[in-house]
């Protein structure tokens, strides 16, 4: 009897320790990977819901009206419905990495962060991920649904598109003009007129010019101007040089979505007097993941500033109000479509502006006045690389977005340039005649007429305070929250610790500093140490900042909730890095530095990886009673 107790108590602890050995083993396959550096894929998970983004948030007025004020009036709400159909989708990576590192822009040595380093310099965009994605990749079909089912049956005609550029970056260029040879069918196809703006490196030409003879079957035609022309006139070079039946304006870091082209031509069909804009989705030019855009129309201030805003109250009401064309008063410029006959009936561009800005008010407003319409078309989706800022300047030396808005003033809005012109000093802005005969010519309605009948919801700097109200009530809202006050979805709470220390991250000054560093300090539970992860990814300090990757030295910032440089990753939770996607790069303190107590952005992939992991220690209490 003892003797069996026994030998059933021995078999027990033998099956338990081998349980239990099995368990530590998975458990270590798990942690080696879990440690390895998380630089991660480009996935579904990754979505930056829209009404939340920087980007949809630019579009709505500071002005608000609720929900009840709307049903009072018989208005219906375009927004929830908008974005819930219109959530974005991020792409997949063309290929891995290795080693667990999927992400594209991960810097692995010096060399890649010179690369990215100068990319940024000369591109404002991420050469890095551009390069590591190729020349093919597939984007997120971010059409309605019901596009999909949607039959071209009318007989479309073929187009030209004009691409100018001028110093843009080789790949980026290439997987441009290889998305729209993927996905365009090659009867619509007509040609791609290809202007280098003369740029500044013969090289980048040649390379260009031997890649096209080697490639798309002899529908790409390359020119070059003779001197600098800026996109206004290098456009009209391209224009006259194409051949099509219509002419499709594109920039020349674009990647087009399925079946772009058949909504835009469709609508040339229906009349040669339409100008059609895609809708234009977002390309971050830090990640270069692809997001939806929301529905939204162009607009303009009385700087002559274009802005886009939301659509008028009741446009959205059905399903099928999704996938109509839409209005718009004004056009961004960089991307439409017109029959070629027409744009030169019309005028083509003002020749007399210079380099880039305001021809996209003029060509709008000549459009509405002069007897065409601008209409957005929600089937068609373009995406666009959204830069920071723009890498080269005016070598003219003066100010061509004011000049070239003075023209437009002066030609277009009669009376109404008075708004504009006080608060404009006397800028010389060339002669106009022959733009003011174009307008007779045409027999154009006055300016008036485009306001009250295009864009009667624009305010007017002398309107009463009632008459400002009546107008924003026929622009659908959108009430925002503060960004320090906004509500946001938290997953995890943690302080940072140095691995094999008693050091954690914490802020150098006050939590709500903004621009203030990252510096190591004894472990405790104060709010300066503590973080919170949210389901966008982002590192909030104290649920006030959020922390930014993409300068060599981390620092907090306000939460703009569109990824990039404030999205981070991680696996596990010890010994383990902390990747920034647009950086490239991990969180670690200096190299070679015992006292060293700042933060640093540094390589993920050292051998040493001492100054690069952090153990996640998560609060056993909640945020409420953290000091």
């Known amino acids: 009897m003892i003797s069996t107790r026994y030998a059933s108590f021995m078999s027990g602890i033998i099956i338990a320790s081998i349980t239990w050995a099995f368990s530590l083993y998975l458990y270590s396959k798990l942690s080696q990977n879990a440690n390895t550096a998380n630089p991660t894929m480009l996935v579904a998970e990754y979505t930056i819901p829209l009404e939340e983004s920087v980007f949809h948030q630019k579009i709505i007025h500071d002005n608000r009206i609720s929900n009840h004020d709307k049903e009072k009036m018989g208005m219906k709400k375009n927004s929830d419905k908008l974005i819930q159909q219109l959530q974005p989708v991020p792409i997949k990576p063309s290929e891995e990495l290795g080693n667990g590192l999927d992400e594209l822009g991960l810097v692995r040595n010096m060399e890649d962060q010179k690369l990215r380093d100068e990319g940024y310099k000369k591109f404002a965009f991420n050469i890095l991920v551009s390069n590591n994605l190729g020349l093919h990749r597939e984007i997120p079909d971010t059409r309605n649904k019901l596009c999909a089912s949607k ?142 855009s929301p529905l939204v129309r162009g607009g303009f201030n009385w700087g002559l500033h274009f802005k886009w ?28 479509v017109i029959d070629r006959k027409y744009f030169f009936e019309m005028g083509e561009y003002d020749a007399g502006m210079d380099v880039w800005g305001g021809e996209n008010l003029e060509i709008s407003f000549r459009l509405w006045m002069c007897g065409g319409s601008i209409e957005l078309i929600p089937c068609s989706r373009v995406g666009h690389i959204f830069r920071h800022r723009r890498p080269y300047g005016n070598d003219r030396h003066q100010d061509t977005m004011l000049k070239n808005s003075l023209r437009v003033a002066h030609v277009w809005m009669d009376k109404y340039k008075e708004y504009f012109l006080k608060d404009v000093n006397n800028i010389e802005y060339g002669d106009i005649s022959e733009r003011v005969a174009l307008r007779q010519r045409l027999k154009c309605k006055n300016f008036a007429w485009y306001l009250q009948t295009i864009y009667p919801e624009l305010g007017l700097p002398d309107d009463s305070q009632a008459d400002l109200k009546q107008k924003r009530l026929k622009v659908d809202q959108k009430i925002m929250q503060p960004w320090h006050s906004r509500k946001r979805n938290y997953t995890d709470e943690y302080q940072i610790k140095l691995t094999n220390s008693a050091l954690c991250i914490q802020s150098e000054k006050d939590i ?116």
């Open 151 to 292: 039959n071209y049956t009318l007989q479309l005609p073929n187009a030209s598109v004009v691409i100018c550029f001028y110093n843009e970056h080789y790949m980026t260029l290439l997987r441009s003009l290889h998305s729209i040879f993927d996905k365009t069918p090659e009867n619509l196809l007509h040609e791609i007129i290809l202007v280098n703006d003369y740029s500044d490196s013969d090289e980048l030409h040649e390379d260009i010019k031997k890649y096209i003879n080697k490639n798309f079957n002899g529908k790409v035609k390359f020119f070059k101007t003779e001197r600098r022309e800026g996109l206004i006139r290098a456009r009209m070079f391209g224009a006259r040089k194409a051949t099509g039946s219509a002419l499709i304006f594109l920039d020349s870091h674009i990647e087009v979505n399925r079946m772009w082209i058949e909504p835009l031509l469709e609508r040339i069909v229906e009349s040669r007097t339409i100008v059609g804009m895609p809708v234009i989705d977002m390309i971050n030019p830090d990640t270069f993941q692809y997001t939806a």
């Open 512 to 627: 709500k500093t903004k621009g203030a560093k990252l510096i190591l300090a004894p472990c405790l539970r104060i709010k300066s140490q503590m973080w919170y992860e949210t389901d966008k990814h982002e590192l909030v300090l104290g649920q006030m900042l959020c922390l930014e990757g993409n300068t060599r030295v981390p620092k907090l910032g306000k939460c703009h909730e569109m990824g990039g440089n404030q999205e981070w990753r991680h696996k596990g939770t010890n010994s383990i890095p902390i990747y920034n996607i647009a950086a490239g790069t991990c969180l670690g303190i200096e190299r070679g530095n015992k006292h060293a107590r700042t933060i640093v952005m540094d390589l993920c992939t050292m051998s040493d990886t001492s100054t690069i992991s952090w153990d996640l220690v998560r609060s056993k209490i909640s945020s409420k009673k953290t000091r």
């Open 309 to 336: 805003e939301n659509l008028p109250v009741n446009t959205l009401v059905n399903n099928e109000d999704f996938i109509k064309p839409i209005k718009s008063p004004t056009m961004a410029g960089g991307l439409f």
